[in-house]
């Protein structure tokens, strides 16, 4: 049973900061394509931010670029969402995936059909 648990959501002022957690079970870690995708209502599904499991190969999108951190900690099958000086178009709700390491290395990371598992999401409110 492959399971992404999501946690750190939450309600916060614009400038503010959260930081997001991704643990996986169930499926091998090493050697995975790691990203946050968020969906506000009525949006398309984005992603945001995604990490290679081995070697630690990052990418952002544009609109978080400088703003938000993607990490992980391997001992512990976790990724992390640093986001900082968040703003009221952050409001979303965040969603963890995992797919094959191929996705982070071939250019595959936006693309929501690249991903196998899905967590079920983690809800962020900025107000202004």
């Known amino acids: 049973q492959v399971q992404l648990v999501e946690s750190g959501g939450g309600s916060v002022q614009a400038g503010g900061s959260l930081r997001l957690s991704c643990q996986a079970s169930g499926v091998t870690y090493s050697r995975k394509c790691m990203a946050w995708f968020r969906q506000a209502p009525g949006k398309e599904r984005e992603g945001v931010a995604s990490?290679?499991?081995?070697?630690?190969?990052?990418r952002y999108a544009n609109s978080v670029q400088g703003r938000f951190t993607i990490s992980q900690d391997n001992a512990e099958n976790t990724v992390y969402l640093q986001m900082s000086t968040l703003k009221p178009d952050d409001t979303a709700m965040y969603y963890c995936?995992?797919?094959?390491?191929?996705?982070?290395?071939?250019?595959?990371?936006?693309?929501?059909?690249?991903?196998?598992?899905w967590g079920q999401g983690t809800q962020v409110t900025v107000s202004s």
């Open positions: 995936a995992a797919g094959a390491g191929g996705v982070c290395l071939r250019g595959w990371h936006f693309l929501p059909t690249s991903y196998n598992y």
């Open positions: 990490i290679y499991t081995d070697g630690s190969i990052t």
